[in-house]
């Protein structure tokens, strides 16, 4: 395939705002290969990044493995970006180590970055080339073999469902079609690990709608990192989630473990303590909500019915009993709304 004029011209121009391609474009010239099909492991091990004697990032530990969605959750600022910028390797972390696949992302970029598809909050697209010129000067980056591009560009097409707008220039596509095609070119090689940062950001809800069914399926065969603050995100897309403020790791969990799990709201019609909950036998751990809710976690085998017929036993009266589904929104205000105290992760 010849790369039109006009790529490289733009290419030059947004060195800065894309250098992950940049990089690509570098090591893997003289690379070309087929679709990765290796198995991705990412394990971030007390990474730390600092800037101008800021703190901004400070001993964050993380893993995840092939089938996983991620959710990094944090308020503006919290350091998302930052620690996305260090996964697709475009930042060097101050310390600590960052490995895909049982490699350092630093010591091995050659090999460790072909496995990364990386999105960034503006997709780095170039104005001058249609869609299909664009992706597949995106297959070339990503070190796809000449015979293999023309069918990982019309497999991205289809799933990224751009065949309608494959002939439009780049340049005057809307956001949620730019959206698209930036997260076309973050999976056309086929990466083990595919990182998002607020790829829904500015969509409306249908097309976010669309996007978060995506990141689903996108899910089944690969490791994805997705940054956002949008909750309704999370919920949607991810297995597991990761709290970020000021640059610490605040909250992790399983996201079944957080919304499931035997939590229960529970509303009564008198003030009682930690302890009044704490002595029934089904009961787990109690945390106050106001003065009469309560978030109740039950043990292991034990049931709501139980817990129903332990409340009215003890006199409490009961008004409500269900299921906790807001425990994420709970635990993620709580942190948002910290000063410098540390929640210690899950």
């Not at 010849?2 to 003289?30: E, M, V, W």
């Not at 976010?208 to 990141?215: D, H, P, V």
Request: aromatic share 4%; glycine share 8%; with cysteine.
């Amino acid at each position: 395939m010849k790369i039109p004029a006009c790529a490289t011209k733009a290419y030059d121009r947004k060195r800065q705002g894309s250098g992950f391609l940049l990089a690509l474009l570098l090591h893997r010239k003289n690379n070309p290969r087929g679709m990765n099909q290796s198995t991705p492991e990412l394990v971030i091990d007390r990474v730390s990044r600092n800037l101008s004697g800021r703190t901004i990032i400070e001993d964050l530990s993380l893993t995840l493995d092939r089938g996983e969605v991620l959710g990094l959750l944090g308020i503006n600022g919290a350091g998302k970006s930052t620690t996305l910028r260090m996964i697709s390797g475009m930042l060097a972390p101050s310390s600590g180590r960052v490995t895909l696949g049982g490699l350092d992302l630093y010591a091995n970029p050659e090999r460790a970055r072909r496995d990364i598809g990386y999105l960034p909050e503006e997709p780095p697209l170039y104005g001058e080339l249609n869609v299909e010129e664009y992706l597949r000067f995106c297959a070339r980056l990503h070190g796809i073999a000449k015979p293999a591009i023309s069918a990982a560009v019309e497999k991205v097409i289809e799933r990224c469902e751009l065949g309608e707008m494959r002939r439009r220039l780049t340049s005057l596509l809307s956001k949620g079609f730019r959206q698209r095609v930036g997260l076309a070119q973050a999976i056309v090689h086929e990466p083990a690990l595919i990182v998002l940062d607020e790829p829904a950001s500015g969509l409306d809800p249908i097309q976010a709608l669309r996007l978060r069914t995506l990141i689903r399926t996108l899910a089944e065969d690969h490791a994805v990192v997705l940054s956002t603050h949008v909750l309704s995100d999370v919920l949607a897309c991810c297995d597991r989630v990761a709290i970020l403020h000021r640059g610490r790791l605040r909250h992790s969990a399983v996201l079944s473990e957080i919304d499931a799990g035997g939590a229960l709201r529970v509303q009564i019609e008198r003030d009682v303590d930690t302890d009044a909950w704490m002595r029934m036998a089904m009961v787990a751990s109690a945390q106050v909500i106001d003065a009469r809710r309560w978030r109740i976690t039950l043990k292991r085998d034990s049931s709501a019915g139980e817990l129903a017929k332990a409340i009215n036993d003890s006199g409490f009266g009961l008004l409500e009993l269900r299921a906790d589904n807001n425990a994420l929104e709970e635990i993620f205000v709580r942190i948002a709304g910290q000063g410098d105290t540390i929640e210690a992760a899950a």
